[in-house]
C-alpha cells in the first residue's frame, strides 16, 4: 500500500492504495466518481477522461499514485453551484449526447482544449477528439457544440 | 403551458442529458451491491477443439476465490442452453445448443469455458490464468464461403455442411421470365464486411439472489429486460418469470449488441445463488470485440435484368450469410426476413428471387447490428442499380427516377412480401440532388481534378421495414415471440403522470420525446410527466427497443393507453358536469362541454378520480390509470435518399467523404433535433462500414485480428464530416403517431452512397466496384492494378 495526497474537485483527497491501482479505479471505485468511464483496455476511446493539473488525462492510463500531489476534476467536479459549464450548457444545446457514455470525457477533453485554442476551427475541433470515441452522435453536434462554447466565456476554464 | 414550445415537432432540449452532463448517469457498472463477488471468465483462446480435461484445482487455491464452475456444474444444476427466438418460416433449421459456458467443445475464440468468482477482478483474473484446460485442436473456418465448400471443417455433428438453413423468397419462375426477355442483365459480387458494433459502454452485469423471497434480480446493459426475462427464466433457469427480475439502467448505447440473451447473464445470476453473494462482471474492450455479436457478413452475388429503356424487370440474388458459431438470439431473423424482403427498395421491381444460405463459422455469432439486413439489401441494390446505370450509360439519378414506385400507387405490394404503406420517393429523390447540388458537381470535379484529386458522388436510395411488427405476421414468418409494445399510463391524484413503457433508451431520448408526445396529448407540463422504463418491476410487459420501433411501436402503446385515459376522464367530467358524455370533448388539457365555457381542467378530474366524491361510482371504478398494448397494424416504412462526395488521392488510395446530404422521411416527428442526431449517428455507422470498419479473423488462426481498438478501424471524429439534413414528412397512416422511426436510416443508407462515390471517383481507371471498406490501401492497390490496362488504351 501506498499513502496518496490529492485534490479531487477541490477536496483534499488521503488515501492508501495498491501501487497497480489505476487513477479511474480509484476514482470510481474508492471515491465513487462513477461519472468517469472505462470504454476500452488499450487507451483508445477516452471515455475515461479527467483533467490533472488542469490537463485532460486518460484517468486508464495513469496509477493513483502519479496523481499523488496533482489536482484533478473530474465531471462531477465542473458544474459549480448547480449552474452547468459553458461546455456542459453547450453540449445540451447542441444535443451533442445521446446515450452520454462518452460524454464525461468528451466534456472535459473540451474544456482542455478551449484552455489553449480559445476560438478552434472545424478542422481543429475533429482533430483533438479524435482520442475521444462516439458511436452515438457521429461527432456532427460535438463539433457544433464544441464551435459555440468557444464563443462562451470561460470555456476553458474549471470553476 | 405554450403547447408549441414542447408539443409535437418542436425541438425540446433533453430532459436526461442533465444527469450525463454531470456524471450522474446511472450505468450498470456503477452499480454495487453489498458483498458482491466478481466474475472473470475463461474463454477459449482457440477458435475449435475439444474439452479433454477441465483442472481448476490450482485456481481454487488461489487468494480471494469464491468459487469457479464450468459448464458441467451449470448442466448438472439443468441450466439450459442459450435459446434462439427466430427460425425461418417456422424451420427447419439446425439449433445446435449454445451452452453459456462450454461443455466438451469450444467452436470460436472468446467462448466461454469456465467462471471464476472471487472478491476482486483482479483476484478471479489471477485464478483464471491457473486454470489448466487440456484442449484437442480441430481443424477451422472463419470464413463465410469457405464454411460451405466441400470438405470444411464441421462445427456442429448435425449439421452437415455447416448449413444452419437454406431459405428462398420470391417467384423464381418470374424471375427467369423476365430475365429470358430483358435487353440487358448486369451481374455484381459483393461481400458485406463483418462489424464490431463497439457501444462505447462494454457490456455488464450483476446477479442478485434473495434467499428470504426466493427471487432474482439480473441488472444487465440490455435493450430489451423483458425479453431477457422470458428467455432466462422460462427457457435457461427454468423458473416462473415472477422469481426473476431484470433491471436495465443507464445503457451506454447498443446498436443491436444488447438485444441478445448472453451467457454472461446466465451465469452471474445462476451463480449468484449458488455463492450467495451478488455477483458483477463488466466487460473489457477486448472482450467485447471478440464476444458481443458481430453484424452482416454477407457475401453475395446479384444479377438485374432491364429494359433497353432502363426499366427494372427482375433480380434474382444468392446470399451466404455467416452466422458464427451459435445462434445468437436472432441470428437467423437478420440475413432472411429482414434483409431479402427489403430487395425491392423504391422501386416497382416485378419479379425477385432471393437465396440466402445461413452458416456456422469458428467466430463471433452473429445478430442485430443497427440496420440489420436492411443495409446488406440497400448495399446490394443500391450498388447493382448504379452498375446498370453505368452499363446503360444513364445518370444514377435518371435510373432510379425511372422505376421508382409511383407516389400514387400505394398501398404498394413487393414480390418479397411487403405491403408498403405509404411514400413520395421523387420527391425526395430531388430534394436530395437539389440540397446537394448535384448539377453543380461537375465544376467541382473539375476544381478537384487541378488539386491532384479524384471526387466522386453516389446516391443511395433506401427504404427500410421498421416499427417491428404486426405479431401474427411475426408468428407466420417464424418469430417466437409477439413484437407488440406495452405501456402504462398512471395519472397520480394531483394530475401529474407517471408513463411505463416497454420501450427502452440507450440514447435515443425517450425521456424526452415521450414526455413530448405525452404533454402534448394531455395538455399537461411535460414537467409533470414521468417516463420509467428498464425495470420489469416497474413495467407492465415489453420487447424493447430495436429495428427503429420505440416511437411507432412503444409511443404508439402509451397514446392508446392515454386514449383509455382521456375516455374515462370524459365521463368523469359529463358527471361533474351534468353532460351527456358525447357532448364533452378535451382540448389543451380540459374536459370541455361543446359549444360552452363548462369546462374541467384534466387535473381536477384526477383528483376526483382518487377523490370520488361526486363520481359516478356506479358505473366507474375510481382512479386514473390504465394500461395498453400495441400491436401493429403493418410495418413502417421510412425511407429517403442520400447523396456522398468523396474525394480520392491516387496516390495514398485515401477516400475522405467531403459532403454528404441525407433526406429522410421518417414520417411525424416528434422531436426534430433528437432526429437529426439519430440520422447523424446512423450517416456515421454506415461510413464507418463504408470507409473503415471490419471485423477479421486470421484464415489460418482462427483469431480475431481486429481485437481492440488500435487495430479495428473505429470512426473517429477527425474521420467524419459534417451532414447536410432534410426531410420530408409522409406520416404513417396505420399508427396513431404517424412515427416510422429514424434510428437505422442512416446505417441503411449511407454504405451505399459511399461506396457509389467512391465508385464513381474511380470509373477512368475502369473499376466498376469496391467492397467495404474501401481502406486507402484497397483503393490504391485497385488503382495500381487498373493503371496499365489504362496505359495499354
Ligand atoms: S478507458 Fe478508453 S481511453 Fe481510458
Ligand atoms: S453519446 Fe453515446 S457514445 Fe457518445
Redesign the interface.
Known amino acids: 500500500m501506498v499513502s496518496i495526497n490529492l485534490r479531487v474537485n477541490g477536496n483534499a483527497v488521503t488515501a492508501d492504495v495498491e501501487p ?1 491501482t489505476l487513477l479511474v479505479s480509484f476514482l ?1 471505485e474508492r471515491l465513487g ?10 487507451s ?2 477516452g ?1 475515461c477522461v479527467v483533467l490533472v493539473d488542469g490537463l485532460s488525462t486518460k484517468s486508464c492510463t495513469l496509477l493513483a499514485v502519479q496523481a499523488d500531489g496533482r489536482e484533478v476534476i ?3 467536479g ?2 459549480r453551484n448547480g449552474a ?1 459549464h459553458p461546455v ?1 450548457q453547450a ?3 447542441h ?1 451533442a ?8 470525457g468528451m ?1 472535459l477533453s473540451v474544456v482542455d482544449l478551449l484552455s489553449r485554442t480559445a476560438r478552434p476551427n ?1 478542422h481543429e ?3 483533438w ?15 457544433k457544440a464544441v464551435a459555440d462554447a468557444a464563443t462562451r466565456p470561460g470555456a476553458g476554464h474549471v470553476g | 403551458m405554450s403547447a408549441n414550445a414542447t408539443g409535437i415537432g418542436a425541438s425540446v432540449r433533453r430532459r436526461e442529458d442533465f444527469r450525463f452532463l454531470t456524471g450522474c448517469g446511472r450505468y450498470t457498472d456503477d452499480i454495487n451491491q453489498p458483498g458482491q463477488a466478481y466474475a472473470w471468465f475463461l474463454r477459449s483462446p482457440l477458435p475449435h477443439a475439444r474439452i479433454t480435461a477441465i483442472d481448476v484445482a490450482a485456481a481454487s487455491a488461489m487468494p480471494g476465490v469464491v468459487a469457479i464452475f464450468t459448464g458441467a456444474d451449470l448442466a448438472a444444476d439443468g441450466v439450459g442452453t442459450l435459446p434462439c427466438g427466430f427460425a425461418p418460416d417456422g424451420g427447419p433449421i439446425k439449433e445446435p445448443p449454445y451452452p453459456a459456458l462450454a461443455e466438451d467443445r469450444v467452436r470460436f475464440v472468446g467462448d466461454r469455458i469456465a467462471v471464476v468468482i472471487a472478491d476482486s477482478v483482479a483476484a478471479a483474473r489471477d485464478a483464471a490464468e491457473r486454470i489448466d484446460v487440456i484442449f484437442e485442436e480441430l481443424p477451422l473456418v472463419t470464413s463465410t464461403l469457405a464454411a460451405r465448400a466441400d470438405g470444411a471443417p464441421q462445427l456442429h455433428d448435425d449439421a452437415p455442411g455447416n448449413l444452419c438453413f437454406a431459405w428462398t423468397i420470391g417467384d423464381p419462375a418470374a424471375v427467369e421470365k423476365a430475365f429470358a426477355t430483358a435487353d440487358a442483365v448486369v451481374s455484381l459480387d459483393l461481400v458485406n464486411n463483418r462489424k464490431s458494433p463497439n457501444a462505447i459502454e462494454p457490456r455488464a452485469c450483476i446477479g442478485e439472489y434473495d434467499r428470504a423471497r426466493d427471487r432474482y434480480t439480473l441488472t444487465t446493459t440490455t435493450q430489451n429486460p423483458h425479453v431477457i426475462r422470458l428467455l432466462l427464466a422460462a427457457f435457461v433457469l427454468k423458473i416462473p418469470e415472477h422469481k426473476l427480475r431484470v433491471v436495465s439502467p443507464d445503457v451506454g448505447g447498443g446498436f443491436g449488441s444488447k438485444i441478445p440473451h448472453y451467457g454472461e447473464e446466465v451465469v452471474v445470476t445462476w451463480a449468484a445463488k449458488r455463492v450467495g453473494r451478488p455477483v458483477k462482471w463488466t466487460a473489457e474492450r477486448s472482450e467485447s470485440f471478440l464476444c458481443d455479436t458481430h453484424g452482416r457478413d454477407h457475401v453475395s452475388h446479384a444479377e438485374l435484368a432491364l429494359a433497353a429503356d432502363g426499366k427494372f424487370l427482375g433480380l434474382k440474388a444468392k446470399t451466404v450469410a455467416n452466422l458464427g458459431a451459435y445462434l445468437s438470439t436472432f441470428g437467423p431473423l437478420i440475413p432472411t426476413y429482414l434483409y431479402a424482403t427489403l430487395l425491392s427498395g423504391q422501386y416497382a421491381l416485378p419479379a425477385i428471387h432471393c437465396e440466402v444460405e445461413g452458416v456456422f463459422t469458428n467466430t463471433c455469432p452473429v445478430d442485430a447490428e443497427r440496420g440489420a439486413g436492411r443495409p446488406e439489401a440497400t448495399f446490394l441494390l443500391e450498388r447493382i442499380v448504379d452498375v446498370a446505370a453505368r452499363a446503360l450509360g444513364k445518370s444514377p439519378a435518371e435510373i432510379r427516377r425511372r422505376n421508382l414506385i409511383a407516389r400514387n400507387a400505394f398501398p404498394y405490394q413487393t414480390p418479397v412480401a411487403l405491403q408498403y404503406d405509404s411514400g413520395d420517393y421523387e420527391k425526395v429523390l430531388d430534394q436530395a440532388l437539389l440540397l446537394a447540388d448535384w448539377t453543380g458537381f461537375a465544376a467541382r470535379r473539375e476544381e478537384a481534378r487541378r488539386r491532384g484529386k479524384l471526387r466522386g458522388i453516389g446516391l443511395s436510395a433506401y427504404i427500410e421495414a421498421c416499427g417491428l411488427a404486426p405479431s401474427n405476421v411475426a408468428g407466420a414468418i417464424g418469430a417466437r415471440a409477439g413484437l407488440f409494445e406495452a405501456a402504462e399510463v398512471r395519472v397520480h391524484p394531483t394530475g401529474s403522470v407517471t408513463v411505463f413503457t416497454g420501450s427502452h433508451s440507450h440514447g435515443q431520448s425517450h425521456d424526452t420525446t415521450f414526455a413530448q408526445v405525452v404533454a402534448d396529448r394531455l395538455g399537461i407540463p411535460m414537467d409533470n410527466v414521468e417516463i420509467v422504463h428498464g425495470d420489469t418491476d416497474a413495467v407492465p410487459f415489453g420487447m424493447g427497443t430495436y429495428g427503429s420501433r420505440s416511437l411507432a411501436v412503444g409511443g404508439s402503446a402509451i397514446v392508446k393507453a392515454m386514449d383509455k385515459i382521456i375516455a374515462k376522464g370524459r365521463k368523469i367530467a359529463a358527471h361533474a358536469l351534468e353532460a351527456g358524455e358525447n357532448d364533452i370533448e378535451f382540448t389543451d388539457g380540459a374536459f370541455t362541454v361543446i359549444g360552452t365555457d363548462k369546462s374541467i381542467p384534466f387535473a381536477q378530474i384526477a383528483l376526483s378520480a382518487y377523490v370520488p366524491h361526486n363520481y359516478p361510482l356506479d358505473e366507474l371504478e375510481p382512479g386514473l390509470d390504465e394500461q395498453a398494448f400495441y400491436d401493429p397494424r403493418n410495418f413502417t416504412f421510412p425511407f429517403g435518399c442520400h447523396v456522398c462526395e468523396v474525394e480520392i488521392d491516387p496516390a495514398s488510395g485515401a477516400v475522405a467523404v467531403v459532403g454528404y446530404t441525407a433526406i429522410d422521411d421518417v414520417g411525424t416527428v416528434i422531436n426534430p433535433m433528437i432526429v437529426e442526431g439519430q440520422i447523424h449517428g446512423g450517416v456515421c455507422h454506415g461510413i464507418g462500414q463504408a470507409l473503415f470498419e471490419q471485423a477479421v479473423y486470421d484464415e489460418e488462426t482462427g483469431q480475431l485480428v481486429t481485437g481492440s481498438f488500435a487495430d479495428y478501424a473505429f470512426p473517429r471524429a477527425d474521420a467524419l464530416p459534417s451532414l447536410r439534413i432534410g426531410h420530408n414528412v409522409t406520416p404513417c397512416p396505420h399508427n396513431p403517431l404517424g412515427a416510422k422511426g429514424c434510428g437505422e436510416a442512416g446505417a441503411i443508407a449511407a454504405p451505399a452512397a459511399v461506396i457509389n462515390a467512391v465508385v464513381d471517383a474511380l470509373a477512368e481507371y475502369g473499376i466498376t466496384h469496391v467492397d467495404m471498406p474501401a481502406t486507402a490501401e484497397r483503393v490504391w492497390r485497385l488503382i495500381r492494378n487498373a493503371e496499365p490496362a489504362l496505359a495499354a488504351q
Do not use: K, M, S
Not at chain 1, 466518481?33 to 488499450?42: E, N, P, Q, R, S
Not at chain 1, 458511436?135 to 456532427?140: F, L, P, S
Open positions: 497497480r470510481r466518481l462513477t461519472g468517469t468511464h472505462v470504454g476500452c483496455d488499450t483508445q476511446c471515455a473530474t465531471i462531477e465542473l458544474a452547468l456542459q453540449f445540451h444545446e444535443h449526447l445521446q446515450c452520454g457514455f462518452c460524454t464525461p466534456v472545424e475541433i475533429r482533430e477528439l479524435e482520442g475521444n470515441f462516439c458511436r452515438c452522435t457521429g461527432y456532427h453536434n460535438i463539433v
